[in-house]
Each structure stands twice: as structure tokens, then as C-alpha cells.
């Protein structure tokens, strides 16, 4: 069994930034990639940023350019910094510990952090 932790949401104004963490404990041995889920009322889960073990990345068009995730593999910990938050950023974000498919990319597995909330509202 996998458990994962989020930590770093919150209210934030436009323009302004966070940094989220997900810590991993646990059978974590056959992790190979982890990710960055979000959730707003009414729409779909989407995918906003993964990355496996040993570098690869990938985000959503919606937030190229401003979200970067990173991982810390001694720490099993895995970070997402938000920078230029907008109000449709707002949404519970959850942590999702996966598998990197070569040629598919990440495909996500059954293990999921609480969500952390944020909103970004002046």
C-alpha cells in the first residue's frame, strides 16, 4: 500500500503563487512516476503535470509555461510550483502515484492523496 500527502494549498490572489507537495510512503518501491491531478465543481479530473523517475515530463496546455513539477526521489516527495495563478486555476488538486508508459506517457494508478484545495480569488 502507497500513501500519499499533499501539503501547500491555500488562497492566493491573482497573479500570485503556490507550491504544492505530495510526500509517498509506503510499498513505494514500484513507483516509476507521479502526478498532479485537479478537480473544479461540475468538470472533468484533469491532468495537469507528470513526471517519471528519471525526468520525463509532461503538462496541459492550460498550464504550460507557469506550473513546473519536480520530484526530490530521495525524499519521495513531489512538488508542484504555480506561478501566475488565475481564477480558473482554482480547483482541489490531488497527488497520483502511476506508471510512465514508453511511447504513451503517464497513465495513473490507484493511489491518490486527501486533495488540497486551492482558490484564487481577489
Known amino acids: 500500500q502507497v500513501q500519499l500527502v499533499e501539503s501547500g494549498g491555500g488562497l492566493v490572489q491573482p497573479g500570485g503563487s503556490l507550491r504544492l507537495s505530495c510526500a509517498a510512503s509506503g510499498s513505494i518501491s514500484s513507483i516509476s512516476a507521479m502526478a498532479w491531478y485537479r478537480q473544479a465543481p461540475g468538470k472533468q479530473r484533469e491532468l495537469v503535470a507528470a513526471?517519471?523517475?528519471?525526468?520525463?515530463?509532461s503538462y496541459s496546455d492550460s498550464v504550460k509555461g507557469r506550473f513546473t513539477i519536480s520530484r526530490d526521489n530521495a525524499k519521495n516527495t513531489v512538488y508542484l510550483q504555480m506561478n501566475s495563478l488565475q481564477p480558473e486555476d482554482t480547483a482541489v488538486y490531488y497527488c497520483n502515484a502511476g506508471r510512465w508508459v514508453a511511447g504513451l506517457g503517464y497513465r495513473g494508478g490507484d493511489y491518490w492523496g486527501q486533495g488540497t484545495q486551492v482558490t484564487v480569488s481577489s
Open positions: 513526471r517519471s523517475r528519471i525526468g520525463s515530463t
